[in-house]
């Protein structure tokens, strides 16, 4: 395969570390200066309002600043692969171990040839997001929340880097069906991504979760039981109910729902078994009970393949324009193309993040809604919600900006209020969030 040589002209690349730099300085000014007060608007009662300490609220405002800073510093980090140096830096190396191997290609990179790639991006991305990976680790640690031990970092990084390659099939595919069909190979590729994508999400909790940690099963006890009556009375007879041994990571209290199918479970943490009262671990499986039968999971599994194909017919829509205004058509079909489609990956991400972050927090509220229906836990789903700010310091009430750009969940304060307010009868199958 001919590789193509990247030219001088970095212009693209100033004016994105440009664009990001005065978008820092914006999101900075408004995570730090910019608040709703969700207060003026609910009505909780002074006794279930959590009371955080001066050392919280220091807390969660460096934590936004870190987040903040690792999302812009890894946007630059992966755009700076395009630039001339790196880019023809990882395209030689390429070239030279698939000389020496003998697997390279006429008219497309050869698979190897694109795992090489991946691999050689992904520990540069790694190396350039060591210094936030760093500071992240230590201010958890500073204020007792992270468990991380080095080797466990270390670990999951190489683990991280290695799982990069599991893409490169797909990159190779579609390498090979432009070549062939030049308008409609971007179908071709999402049509093969959406069972490629729903199998991952099958075999997750079942074959990756457990590469980064440990499980077993709910050993018998009465809250077990209490559980099991739950999960009856919400139609689910075998439901699997795993425990994670998160407290090698960190100290925080979580659970989840997690795969589809036969691999579909509810996930709770050692954290949570050790420092929740029964009553409030019975009202976050409650939760969790409401995204297992509302299949929540799916759903979040076929709106990702939906955005899987916007994104490849905008990707297609740009590269066509590429080739027909640029001197540089030909070096589209090389291994450079591959940084740039992380790069619009990055980007169209961030973009879409909103839309993400409001599907996802309507999937809350209904899960919300389910659990509290279901239990009728009103005052320990509140608790459990004032232990999430003053135990883990969660923010109970965020900058708009950022609970609209990136807020999975509603915030704190929020679902505090829809608990102490929630009355409708059991087993209700109307929503209104």
């Not at 408004?30 to 609220?57: D, K, M, N, V």
């Not at 890894?74 to 395009?82: K, M, Q, T, Y």
């Not at 698939?98 to 990179?109: C, E, W």
């Not at 209290?253 to 036969?262: F, K, M, Q, S």
């Amino acid at each position: 395969m001919t590789l193509q040589s990247p030219q001088s002209d970095n212009r693209p690349f100033r004016r994105f570390v440009l664009f990001m730099l005065v978008l820092a300085l914006l999101v900075v000014m408004t995570a730090y200066g910019w608040h709703q007060h969700t207060l003026q608007s609910l009505h909780i009662a002074s006794e279930f309002l959590p009371h955080l300490p001066p050392r919280a609220i220091k807390y969660q405002r460096e934590s936004r600043f870190i987040q903040l800073g690792d999302i812009l510093w890894n946007l630059v980090g992966i755009s700076s692969i395009l630039t001339p140096f790196i880019l023809k830096s990882f395209i030689s190396i390429t070239n030279r171990l698939s000389t020496i191997m003998r697997v390279r290609s006429v008219q497309s990179p050869a698979l190897l040839e694109v795992v090489v790639m991946l691999l050689l991006i992904a520990m540069y991305l790694w190396i350039w997001s060591l210094p936030f990976s760093i500071l992240t680790l230590l201010h958890e640690r500073r204020y007792h929340f992270s468990t991380t031990s080095v080797s466990t970092f270390l670990r999951d990084a190489a683990l991280g880097i290695t799982s990069s390659t599991l893409v490169a099939p797909v990159f190779w595919a579609g390498f090979r069906l432009r070549t062939k069909f030049a308008n409609n190979w971007w179908r071709i590729v999402w049509v093969g991504c959406i069972p490629l994508f729903l199998c991952v999400t099958v075999l997750q909790p079942v074959i990756i979760a457990p590469l980064f940690n440990g499980y077993h099963y709910l050993s018998k006890s009465p809250l077990k039981d209490r559980i099991v009556s739950l999960c009856r009375l919400s139609g689910i007879k075998n439901s699997d109910v795993m425990v994670e041994d998160t407290s090698r990571r960190t100290l925080r209290v979580n659970a989840y729902v997690t795969g589809i199918g036969p691999s579909a479970r509810i996930v709770i943490t050692d954290n949570a078994l050790r420092l929740l009262p029964d009553d409030q671990l019975l009202a976050m499986i409650g939760h969790e009970l409401g995204h297992y039968v509302h299949q929540d999971v799916l759903a979040s599994g076929i709106i990702g393949c939906l955005g899987i194909g916007g994104y490849l017919w905008m990707l297609n829509f740009g590269l066509q324009r590429k080739q027909n205004c640029s001197e540089e058509a030909e070096s589209l079909q090389n291994l450079g193309l591959i940084p740039a489609v992380q790069v619009s990956i990055a980007v169209f991400l961030l973009i879409q993040s909103p839309v993400d972050s409001c599907i996802s927090r309507w999937h809350e509220w209904r899960a919300d809604d389910y659990g509290l229906e279901t239990t009728r836990l009103y005052v320990p789903t509140a608790k459990l919600m004032i232990g999430f700010a003053e135990r883990d310091y969660i923010d109970p009430d965020p900058p708009p900006i950022l609970q609209f750009w990136f807020g999975t969940h509603p915030t704190v304060l929020e679902r505090i209020d829809h608990a102490l307010s929630f009355d409708r009868p059991l087993q209700t199958k109307k929503y209104n969030r």
